[in-house]
């Protein structure tokens, strides 16, 4: 079976500060990952997927996550924060037919 | 290129109504995916379709959700009779092909409020 753990349902940063929001997964067999934005009143975005091959992915944005089996996370990042990405992030996890999303973090930018 | 459609973008019914949400994929697009998310939750799979058949359906509430997707095209979500808890934002997404690691477009969803 699946599943998908976000750690911190509210996370707030600092305009300019570093973003980190944490995700660990559960997977029987090699997961393929995923982080999505949610604007407000919007459907979900794609920021970045892992596949395979390298572990660190670069998506959209700014943001990058790295896949680390041994850890079985999935941690979004990004260096600097912009008042922009103020938004629902959710990490996913699929494998086989099957979905999974985390509950999702709420990210707020203070000026 | 065209996201996405969906319609309505809001419903309010009350508790024992019947209910239907209607989505329109990308072009081309063989998978079309139906969840529900409720408020303060991830997205949950309710169906999956390839072309006209469906995948996967495991999660869905048989005794009163269906859904269908007769030309592989677009798609109806269908509720009869609808509960409180019922009361979500329903997103629909589409995808090119069925594996996994496809990336999954959405909708911009239907706000459906029970009362």
């Known amino acids: 079976a699946q599943s998908v753990t976000q750690l911190g349902s509210h996370v707030s940063v600092s305009e300019g500060a570093l973003v980190l929001l944490r995700c660990n997964y559960s997977s029987s067999v090699p997961p393929y990952l995923f982080w999505y934005v949610q604007y407000p009143n919007q459907g979900l975005q794609l920021l970045l997927k892992y596949t395979t091959g390298a572990t660190l992915v670069k998506g959209i944005n700014g943001f990058e996550a790295e896949f680390k089996k041994s850890e079985t996370s999935f941690h979004l990042t990004k260096p600097s924060a912009h008042m922009s990405d103020a938004a629902e992030y959710f990490c996913a996890v699929s494998a086989g037919n099957q979905f999974y999303f985390g509950t999702g973090t709420s990210l707020t930018v203070i000026p | 290129e065209a996201g996405v459609a969906q319609s309505p973008r809001y419903k309010i019914i009350e508790k024992r109504q019947s209910v239907a949400f209607w989505c329109n994929p990308i072009?081309?697009?063989?998978?079309l995916y139906w969840y529900q998310q409720i408020l303060g939750q991830g997205p949950k799979l309710l169906i999956q379709f390839q072309n006209n058949g469906v995948v996967d359906d495991s999660q869905l509430p048989k005794d009163r959700f269906s859904a269908e997707r007769l030309k592989g095209v677009d798609s109806t979500l269908k509720i009869q009779p609808a509960k409180l808890e019922d009361s979500a934002v329903y997103l629909c997404?589409?995808?090119?092909?069925?594996?996994?690691?496809?990336?999954?477009?959405f909708g911009p969803g239907t706000r459906l409020l029970v009362l």
């Open positions: 997404a589409s995808s090119l092909g069925l594996a996994g690691k496809e990336t999954q477009y």
């Open positions: 072009s081309g697009h063989a998978t």
